[in-house]
């Protein structure tokens, strides 16, 4: 199905729906902390630069994330690979034990590092009152409620639907549909905010749902119609581009 234009008169919206993992949850610099914490007076990155070793980092963890979503992999041996895979060009971690401590002790800063998008938490208590809340995602549902509790979210969320229940991933249309009926909306009051192109805006697009594409990384906006923003921050600009109210 081709996007239909964004430009199209839709009603004032009643449903806010948003992605999580770089949308609410600042994934990334999380990802860019914990790699740093992981490698640091460890000689074989003391020349290594952070950037670089994130966007590998990055690159193995799109390529795999959609294993995992498949069952291909466990959590477990995504990470245990995922990491196999960045250490071994460095000669870290050359004996299994060696990686799955390396593992461990990553994840566990990763998840002691998390943090909100900034602007993100200021943006659900505001629109709380007013608008039902949902949260797309694809990932797995333990994994997105413990991000929600630990980034004192939960109570803002009206529902959290993720690939994992759903048995589809976005862009697939019938992942929104399960949002809309779940949030008792319909698709033209519905706004998606999203950062991923294909998953947020075309997915929501394909819905029939307004999106709001979130370009905090300064990407090229391949459809010039669909809105966008850099940033959830300041509150009332944001506010004004999801809602038409400040």
Not at 121 to 147: D, S
Not at 188 to 212: F, K, S
Request: net charge negative; hydrophobic share 40%.
């Amino acid at each position: 199905m081709l996007p239909l234009p964004t430009s199209l008169p839709f009603p004032r919206p009643t449903t806010i729906l948003f992605d999580l993992d770089d949308t609410l949850f600042d994934h990334a610099n999380t990802a860019r902390a914990a790699l740093a914490n992981s490698t640091t007076g460890l000689p074989e990155f003391q020349a290594v630069d952070l950037e670089v070793l994130y966007q590998q980092y990055s690159e193995i963890l799109e390529e795999i994330h959609p294993r995992v979503l498949a069952g291909e992999f466990t959590p477990v041996e995504a990470r245990r690979l995922r990491f196999q895979r960045l250490l071994a060009p460095y000669g870290y971690a050359t004996t299994l034990d060696e990686l799955d401590l390396f593992v461990v002790q990553h994840y566990g800063s990763y998840q002691r590092l998390r943090r909100p998008v900034p602007g993100a938490l200021e943006l659900l208590h505001a629109l709380k009152p007013h608008y039902r809340i949902g949260i797309v995602t694809n990932n797995r549902t333990a994994e997105q409620q413990e991000k929600l509790a630990q980034l004192g979210m939960t109570h803002l969320i009206d529902a959290l639907i993720t690939s994992e229940d759903v048995g589809v991933p976005k862009p697939n249309p019938h992942i929104y549909q399960v949002a809309l009926e779940r949030l008792q909306s319909r698709a033209p009051e519905t706004v998606m905010v999203g950062d991923n192109w294909t998953a947020d805006v075309i997915g929501a697009l394909e819905a029939g749902i307004r999106p709001l594409w979130l370009n905090r990384f300064g990407a090229t906006r391949p459809l010039p119609h669909v809105e966008e923003i850099t940033s959830l921050e300041p509150l009332a600009a944001t506010l004004l581009a999801i809602t038409g109210q400040q």
